[in-house]
């Protein structure tokens, strides 16, 4: 274990900014932004250990890959590189492997919980500079950031999960849903043509939970905790059901396998006929139906029976094809879309091809660029979700 580290230059979210804003791609020394991101991680409970250990990976980056290092806020770092062909192949696996290290170290009990596909993200500047600007703006947005001077931020509670019933128990299904409710749509966009929307997927907003109830909560990091108020706002948003889509159009609800289970599902189905189920997509991550296989199974058929619609989500690119989608008996699966992706959606054309003659319909989910459009058009995929597509379709409509 390091005892002593070097001191990486304090250079803030803003100065990237800047920096970005002002680049000329062309001349610069810089053509590529990568992202650490150690949001999942108690980093509120870490020994001052930690944070020397990880200066010192940051050096080591510094040095490497004449890198310039940014600390975007206390769980992110920026690094700017110049990528060539000497480097190109090693730059993510070796980070990669320098933070997983780091996590073990320091985090044994956190090592599962991570998300492999933010841990590392390269931004290919010369394609993607306005993406990275775009991101950064959100980011100093965002409130409790805290290279903008943020508070400290605790740790989720059952308390704060009983705060968030009682918040809806004050404010009834309707105006809960008014609040706390978000939605997006999910279009299919053909290449050359104006894109159609076909649903709306409806979630309860981390944001507006953060901004209301959770000002000072640090939600990522909380394990089991976070588990359990996923399960709450699952049953929160069934309740607030009719309120929601009282039209009853097209739509899909995200919810965890155990959420099927609860009185609340089991009221929705007693008050929803058969045509009203039948266009409601149940969407279920693919990590929670590989813990509780047996249960999706049972919940898959109820909700089949009723004519009902079974979605996978939360499908990385690097894990497609592991998960037989065919035996899952699922109607879509979802998806998601992250910088670098283009390079690797490609590898697994015939997967992907698999899956599609399978019956199963694919989504490509959280697009914020042309890039993937175009990635997902080429690989025969026609339905897509995300911001550039909320753009489109606001386009459209002007």
Same mark, same amino acid.
């Given at each position: 274990m390091v005892e002593q580290s070097r001191t990486v230059p304090v250079k803030t979210a803003v100065d990237l900014l800047v920096r970005l804003k002002a680049m000329d791609i062309k001349a610069s020394t810089y053509n590529s932004l990568v992202l650490i991101s150690l949001g999942g991680l108690p980093l509120q409970d870490a020994s001052k250990q930690f944070w020397l250990d990880l200066d010192e990976a940051m050096w080591k980056s510094r040095e490497r890959y004449e890198a310039d290092v940014?600390?975007?806020?206390?769980?992110?770092?920026?690094?700017?590189?110049?990528?060539?062909?000497?480097?190109?192949?090693?730059?993510?696996?070796?980070?990669?492997?320098?933070?997983?290290?780091?996590i073990q170290r320091h985090f044994p009990e956190n090592f599962g919980m991570i998300d492999q596909s933010r841990l590392i993200r390269m931004l290919d500047l010369r394609l993607r500079l306005p993406n990275a600007i775009q991101y950064l703006e959100r980011l100093n947005e965002r409130p409790n950031n805290s290279s903008a001077g943020g508070k400290r931020l605790r740790r989720l509670q059952e308390e704060d999960i009983e705060?968030?019933? #009682?918040?809806?128990?004050?404010? =009834? @299904?309707?105006?809960?849903?008014?609040?706390?409710?978000?939605?997006?749509?999910?279009?299919?966009?053909?290449?050359?043509?104006?894109?159609?929307?076909?649903?709306?997927?409806?979630?309860?907003?981390?944001?507006?939970?953060?901004?209301?109830?959770?000002?000072?909560?640090?939600?990522?990091?909380?394990?089991n905790l976070f588990n359990q108020l996923t399960i709450t706002l699952d049953i929160l948003l069934m309740d607030a059901f009719s309120d929601l889509n009282p039209g009853r159009s097209k739509c899909s609800v995200n919810m965890n396998v155990e959420s099927v289970f609860s009185k609340s599902f089991e009221k929705m189905i007693d008050v929803a006929d058969v045509a009203v189920f039948a266009n409601v997509v149940f969407e279920f991550r693919q990590s929670d139906?590989?813990?509780?296989?047996?249960?999706?199974?049972?919940?898959?058929? #109820?909700?089949?029976?009723?004519? =009902? @619609?079974?979605?996978?989500?939360?499908?990385f690119p690097e894990t497609i094809g592991i998960v037989n989608m065919a035996r899952l008996n699922a109607n879509i699966?979802?998806?998601?879309?992250?910088?670098?992706?283009?390079?690797i959606l490609p590898k697994y054309k015939k997967e992907i091809l698999d899956i599609q003659q399978s019956g199963t319909l694919l989504v490509l989910a959280r697009l914020d660029d042309e890039i993937g459009l175009k990635t997902g058009q080429a690989l025969g995929i026609s339905m897509f979700q995300g911001f550039y597509v909320d753009d489109l379709l606001k386009a459209k409509e002007s």
């Open positions: 940014f600390v975007i806020d206390s769980e992110e770092r920026g690094l700017l590189i110049k990528l060539n062909e000497l480097n190109e192949v090693r730059v993510i696996p070796d980070m990669k492997v320098e933070m997983l290290r780091l705060q968030v019933r #009682m918040v809806a128990k004050q404010l =009834g @299904t309707q105006k809960f849903a008014q609040v706390f409710i978000q939605h997006q749509k999910i279009a299919i966009i053909q290449p050359g043509q104006t894109p159609m929307e076909i649903m709306h997927e409806y979630f309860v907003a981390m944001s507006a939970l953060k901004k209301h109830v959770f000002t000072q909560v640090e939600l990522r990091g909380a394990g139906i590989l813990q509780n296989f047996e249960e999706f199974v049972l919940a898959c058929d #109820m909700i089949q029976s009723r004519g =009902g @619609t079974i979605a996978i989500d939360a499908i699966a979802k998806i998601f879309w992250r910088s670098g992706a283009e390079e």
